[in-house]
Each structure stands twice: as structure tokens, then as C-alpha cells.
Nanobody, 122 residues
Framework: QVQLVESGGGLVQAGGSLRLSCAAS????????MGWFRQAPGKEREFVAA???????YYVDSVKGRFTISRDNAKNTVYLQMNSLKPEDTAVYYC????????????????WGQGTQVTVSS
């Protein structure tokens, strides 16, 4: 497993942007599929985006065209650039890692960060 630490959350107005970062420990980061999930109050955790070791990406429909996931294997870091934010994007955002192919299923991820709060005001 890898240790994951998210940062970059905060309060932003609708239409604004934020970039989340997730720093990972370990020497095998480049071999992991990395994902971002989010959980709003009273709702289940939902998939947002994922990126494979080779850079293939996968997004939930609600963020396509607004969010971009990327990774820097030299820095052991994965990013989530969030543009055109909406109030419904408000949630705690979690970074996750798994060995294997891209997945949108949370229980297929082995390691999780502590989460970072994103609040979008209207």
C-alpha cells in the first residue's frame, strides 16, 4: 500500500477553480492507478476521475470538460484540476490508489487519503 495525503481544498465561488494534489509515499507510485472520489453530506462516496499508470483517464459524466486528472510520477503526485465549479461539486474529496486497471469502484482501491474539503458557494 501507499500513504496518500491530499491538499488544495478550500472555499471558492461558483465558476471558480481549484487544484487538488495528492502526494504518495513509496517507490512504486508509477505502477498504481490513481483515483479521485468525493462524498457530499448525506450522500454516498462517488467516483470522480481516475488515471492509469500509462496516463489513460476516465471521468464521471458530471465533471467531463470541467475537471482534469493528471499525474507526475517524478513527484509521486496526482492532481485534480477543477474548473467551472458548481455548488453541487461541494464535497470532501479523497485520493485513492490501486494496483490494476482503471476502475470507478471504490472498494477496488486499496489505499485512501484523509480527504480535503471543497466548498463551492453560489
Amino acid at each position: 500500500q501507499v500513504q496518500l495525503v491530499e491538499s488544495g481544498g478550500g472555499l471558492v465561488q461558483a465558476g471558480g477553480s481549484l487544484r487538488l494534489s495528492c502526494a504518495a509515499s513509496g517507490r512504486t507510485f508509477s505502477s498504481y492507478t490513481m483515483g479521485w472520489f468525493r462524498q457530499a453530506p448525506g450522500k454516498e462516496r462517488e467516483f470522480v476521475a481516475a488515471i492509469s499508470w500509462s496516463g489513460t483517464t476516465y471521468y464521471v459524466d458530471s465533471v467531463k470538460g470541467r475537471f482534469t486528472i493528471s499525474r507526475d510520477n517524478a513527484k509521486n503526485t496526482v492532481y485534480l484540476q477543477m474548473n467551472s465549479l458548481k455548488p453541487e461539486d461541494t464535497a470532501v474529496y479523497y485520493c485513492a490508489a490501486r494496483r490494476g486497471l482503471l476502475s470507478r469502484v471504490s472498494y477496488e482501491y486499496d489505499s485512501w487519503g484523509q480527504g480535503t474539503q471543497v466548498t463551492v458557494s453560489s
